[in-house]
């Protein structure tokens, strides 16, 4: 057999927060010597207990590669307990009240061994990963947007959920980082070395694009021999995506990375009313498909059956409906 059907396959996908962790859920369970996962995560999460850690600690966040890391844990008998404990949010105490446990632990890990790096490692092994998890820069960066009516948010968490005094309807122009730094060697070479890179779920201006935006990251997307997979959103997000068609999102990803996904994604499953209501309270609907006859577009039912509930303690904006992560594993496999 020859040495080139022995390589393995590899999938990079490319985000942060709940979109990633979804994604990577259900990747996992094709993961081993025949399939090799990545999840490269931006480092511009400013929000939460997440935040907080940044602040006080001058670490890379955290939060997203604690979700990378424990959506990408083993499902054997002892990890289930030590992914949970990951993902504990306390809802009390002084101090503690809205921290998570899997972001202490991280932060801690890096404080004793010296680098995040060796502490995303560590909790690598702890979780026993099935795959690789890559934060996209080695420096926590800070995320600007400036909107079509010249106002600018700086900081993720403002971008996620605006000010009040924010018109959350006007469109994101440009996005930018500070400072200015390279993606990591690790990320970059993921990207080459990728049969397939998967961009989304999730948000698109605060955890897909702070990936594609750091300096040499969409040189790589474009060099890269990998196909691009682009998962439309479900809904809109007020503030972020407000009146967005699903070209709207793809044309997006275009301008910033300049080349188009060779494959889309999209749920044609009808949303439950009940919460297309929850979700119209607060300005946000279903993205409307407008492609057509597109021969990139791969249609299915690729929605989750329950309506998430957000743990006691998260004072974050959460999604309430998501994709199935076997659903999503499926159509991306059958693309390899």
């Given at each position: 057999?020859?040495?080139q059907?022995l390589?393995p396959?590899?999938?990079?996908v490319?985000?942060?927060?709940t979109?990633?962790?979804?994604v990577?859920?259900g990747l ?13 995560i931006a ?12 602040d006080?600690?001058g670490?890379?966040?955290v939060?997203?590669v604690?979700?990378a ?7 054997t008998n002892?990890t289930d ?8 949010r306390f ?5 503690l009240?809205?921290?998570?446990i899997g972001?202490?632990f991280?932060t801690?890990?890096?404080d004793?061994?010296g680098?995040?790096?060796k ?14 998890v ?16 010249d106002?600018?948010?700086i900081?993720?968490t403002y971008?996620?959920?605006?000010l009040?005094?924010h018109?959350?309807?006007q ?12 993606i990591s ?6 990207i080459?070395?990728?049969d397939?890179?998967?961009l989304g779920p999730g948000?698109?201006y605060?955890s897909?694009?702070p990936n ?26 007020y ?5 967005f ?9 275009m301008r910033?990375?300049?080349?188009a996904?060779d494959?889309?994604l999209?749920?044609d499953?009808?949303?439950p ?8 309270s ?6 409307p498909d407008n ?6 577009v ?5 929605l989750?059956f ?7 303690g ?10 199935d ?5 499926r159509?991306?496999?059958s693309?390899?």
């Amino acid at each position: 057999m020859s040495s080139q059907r022995l390589k393995p396959k590899r999938i990079v996908v490319v985000g942060g927060g709940t979109g990633t962790h979804t994604v990577l859920s259900g990747l996992k369970h094709y993961a081993n010597r025949h399939l090799k996962l990545s999840a490269i995560i931006a480092v511009s999460d400013s929000g939460g207990s997440t935040g907080r850690l940044r602040d006080e600690f001058g670490t890379l966040p955290v939060g997203d590669v604690r979700m990378a890391l424990t959506a990408l844990s083993s499902d054997t008998n002892g990890t289930d307990l030590l992914r949970d404990l990951f993902l504990y949010r306390f809802s009390k105490g002084t101090g503690l009240s809205g921290h998570n446990i899997g972001n202490l632990f991280l932060t801690a890990l890096a404080d004793m061994l010296g680098s995040e790096a060796k502490a995303i490692d560590a909790a690598s092994r702890i979780l026993r990963v099935r795959g690789n998890v890559i934060p996209v820069a080695d420096t926590p960066l800070t995320l600007k947007a400036r909107y079509a009516d010249d106002t600018e948010q700086i900081g993720e968490t403002y971008i996620d959920e605006p000010l009040e005094n924010h018109d959350g309807t006007q469109r994101i122009t440009s996005l930018s980082l500070e400072p200015d730094v390279a993606i990591s060697e690790k990320a970059r070479q993921a990207i080459a070395d990728a049969d397939l890179i998967i961009l989304g779920p999730g948000g698109l201006y605060t955890s897909i694009l702070p990936n594609i935006i750091v300096r040499g990251a969409a040189d790589a997307l474009v060099e890269t021999k990998g196909k691009l997979v682009s998962i439309v959103n479900l809904m809109s997000w007020y503030g972020q995506t407000h009146g967005f068609s699903a070209s709207d999102h793809v044309d997006e990803l275009m301008r910033y990375i300049g080349r188009a996904p060779d494959h889309i994604l999209l749920n044609d499953n009808p949303l439950p009313n009940d919460i297309l209501k929850t979700y119209e309270s607060h300005k946000e609907f279903p993205v409307p498909d407008n492609f057509g006859s597109d021969s990139r577009v791969i249609r299915s039912d690729f929605l989750a059956f329950e309506e998430v509930k957000k743990p006691s303690g998260d004072i974050l904006k959460r999604s309430l409906i998501r994709h199935d992560p076997s659903k999503l594993a499926r159509a991306i496999m059958s693309l390899l």
